[in-house]
């Protein structure tokens, strides 16, 4: 079966973007593939966060992942810092990659533009390589993200290429997979920016616990333009845009599809509100449901056992084709 891998962020209310991105694939993938998906703790350390909060979102994210569809006894759910081959790989492969081409990701450049470069973590700088090593621990063949981890993929695949060419075979090289459409969910109230977990924009985000009317009144309050034509023009359109994009991933339809008979914004805001409320609904329910504070713990702590058994042999061989001298 071929392997797949990904990861989330502990790092707020997981949102539709994310639901729509990746996590809707990985429910799919963990059925035909050898799946592993991680809750992204040490990711979440690159810039400032309160340590009980962080505890807390991590459990929390992992809830929402079952409560999504993950089923653990088809897919391996775990804790990215529960195994602690994830940091060691990374600084391995901190030694492969160069400073050169850290700084071209444009995640980087983004976030720490925020804060000024100079006080920005060094590990916000390195964290693509900390996902890259996620990844090839676990010699992945499909790694299911949304759009905007596109450029960190193509880092990890030149790091996996350059370290087999170097020391030899040790890392299958991996692909990603992006969904045709609702692979780059807008903010609903700023659709020029990607809908974030981060971001300081509640009315832009719909969170997938929203309640059913929270969720219809931020997409009848989403904002659009003054032209009263519905259009797939992300350029000129970004806000209608982004509601044919929901309503169209939501539905399972092209996005032209999804426009085919709207004159106006009122009745495409309706139906992509019904639409995301029916998606999201098993969602919620499940999550109301599941016993879930103890059956998560225990499930990521076997998850942790299970990712061992690919993990460790990989940062063996991996050890071994650097020169590093072989434990006792
Ligand atoms: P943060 O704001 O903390 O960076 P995030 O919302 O970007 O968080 P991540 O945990 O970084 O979420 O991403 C988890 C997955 O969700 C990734 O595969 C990512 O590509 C995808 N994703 C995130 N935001 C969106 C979005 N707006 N549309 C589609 N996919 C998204
Ligand atoms: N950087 C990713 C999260 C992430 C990830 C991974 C995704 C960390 N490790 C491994 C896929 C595979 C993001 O979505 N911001």
Same mark, same amino acid.
């Not at 997938?208 to 797939?232: F, S």
């Given at each position: 079966m071929p392997r797949v891998l990904s990861g989330i962020q502990p790092t707020g209310d997981v949102h539709l973007g994310n639901y729509l991105g990746a996590i809707r694939q990985w429910v799919e993938h963990q059925h035909h593939h050898d799946a592993y998906f991680c809750v992204v703790d040490l990711h979440a350390l690159t810039v400032p966060r309160d340590p009980a909060h962080l505890r807390a979102r991590t459990l929390e994210t992992a809830q929402l992942l079952l409560a999504a569809g993950l089923d653990p006894s088809v897919c391996t759910l775990f804790v990215q810092s529960h195994r602690h081959e994830h940091a060691e790989l990374a600084w391995v492969l901190q030694c492969v990659a160069s400073i050169g081409e850290l700084r071209r990701m444009t995640q980087f450049k983004d976030k720490a533009a925020r804060e000024g470069e100079e006080a920005a973590r060094v590990g916000l700088f390195t964290y693509p390589v900390l996902q890259a090593a996620d990844i090839l621990l676990y010699q992945a063949d499909h790694v299911p993200v949304g759009d905007e981890q596109r450029q960190h993929l193509e880092l990890c695949r030149d790091l996996a290429e350059r370290f087999n060419h170097r020391y030899g075979e040790v890392f299958? %090289?991996?692909?990603?997979?992006?969904?045709? %459409?609702?692979?780059?969910?807008?903010?609903?109230?700023?659709?020029?920016?990607?809908?974030?977990?981060?971001?300081?924009?509640?009315?832009?985000?719909?969170? &997938?616990?929203?309640?059913?009317?929270?969720?219809? !009144?931020? &997409?009848? !309050?989403? %904002?659009?333009?003054?032209?009263?034509? %519905?259009?797939?023009d992300p350029k000129d359109k970004p806000g209608v845009s982004n509601l044919l994009t929901i309503l169209a991933a939501a539905t399972g339809r092209s996005v032209e599809d999804a426009a085919a008979g709207y004159t106006q914004y009122g009745p495409l805001k309706a139906d992509t509100a019904e639409a995301v409320v029916e998606l999201l609904a098993p969602v919620r329910a499940r999550y109301r449901e599941l016993e879930v504070e103890k059956d998560a713990a225990a499930i990521l702590a076997q998850g942790a056992a299970k990712a061992a058994s690919v993990a460790a042999p990989t940062v063996t061989r991996a050890r071994e084709a650097v020169g590093l001298l072989p434990r006792a």
């Open positions: 299958t %090289v991996p692909e990603a997979t992006v969904p045709a %459409v609702g692979a780059r969910i807008m903010d609903l109230q700023v659709p020029t920016m990607k809908m974030s977990k981060s971001s300081e924009s509640p009315q832009g985000t719909i969170s &997938i616990l929203d309640d059913p009317e929270v969720v219809t !009144r931020k &997409i009848k !309050r989403a %904002v659009t333009d003054t032209e009263a034509e %519905v259009r797939y």
